[in-house]
């Protein structure tokens, strides 16, 4: 399977923005949905796992869904921040242990 | 807390092999499956390979299929990657992770292959 996601978003600071993530074939609500946010030059980080939970230290400011219906993935982050600008991927696997990974987003705060 | 952390990375000519290491801390390694992801020049992340707690099962994403071998050896909390036969494609920043179904996931800080003449 596959996860689609946008190239890029933008917002200015204070906005909403919302990085979709959708699954090709299989549901969503199977396996868990992780995502994670990359600055340049430095390892990938869990902002969501489980699909909606946040790991200690990440701020309330981003949240975590799926959608059956239209069988994807949501990150959304509120209250932009210049510091947010990064790269965003979604991730999940398959009942053959198969780990894959969403072509990544680019957040601009303009 | 979690500390991952990889060594081996180089230039190597096409056609010939490199192992990684990835040294880890910090948790109880001998019960977690391990990932390695690689992530090239200005591209996004990709899957590689997965390695059961006790070695029993492992996974490869299909262009390293055949070339690619992971393994690991509990006692030293230390968990390998055997590349051969390597192409240009394969060129990348190399990622030893901790990656969880329904946890948080622990990344190392990588190590820089390069497949080059």
């Not at chain 1, 949905?33 to 946040?54: C, E, F, K, L, N």
């Not at chain 1, 701020?59 to 993935?73: K, L, Q, T």
């Not at chain 1, 053959?96 to 990544?104: K, Q």
Request: proline residues 4%.
């Amino acid at each position: 399977f596959s996860l689609t996601q946008p190239h890029s978003v933008s917002g200015s600071p204070g906005t909403t923005v919302t990085i979709s993530c959708t699954r090709s074939s299989g549901s969503i609500a199977n396996n868990f949905v992780q995502w994670y946010q990359q600055r340049p030059g430095s390892a990938p980080v869990t902002v969501i796992y489980r699909d909606d939970r946040r790991p200690s230290g990440v701020p309330v400011r981003f949240s975590g869904s799926i959608d059956r219906s239209s069988n994807s993935a949501s990150l959304t982050i509120s209250g932009l921040q210049t510091e947010d600008e990064a790269d965003y991927y979604c991730q999940s696997y398959d009942g053959s242990n198969h780990w894959v990974f969403g072509g990544g987003t680019r957040l601009t705060v303009l | 807390q979690v500390q991952l952390v990889e060594s081996g990375g180089g230039v190597v000519q096409p056609g010939k092999s490199l192992r990684l290491s990835c040294v880890a801390s910090g948790f109880s390694f001998w019960d977690s499956a391990m990932h390695w992801v690689r992530q090239a020049p200005g591209r996004g992340l990709e899957w590689v390979a997965v390695l059961a707690y006790d070695g029993s099962d492992k996974q490869y994403v299909d262009s390293v299929k055949g070339r690619f071998t992971v393994s690991r050896d509990n006692s030293k909390n230390t968990v390998y990657l055997e590349m051969k036969n390597l192409r240009a494609d394969d060129t990348a920043v190399y990622y030893c992770a901790k990656l969880q179904a329904a946890g948080v996931s622990s990344w190392g800080q990588g190590t820089q292959v390069t497949v080059s003449s």
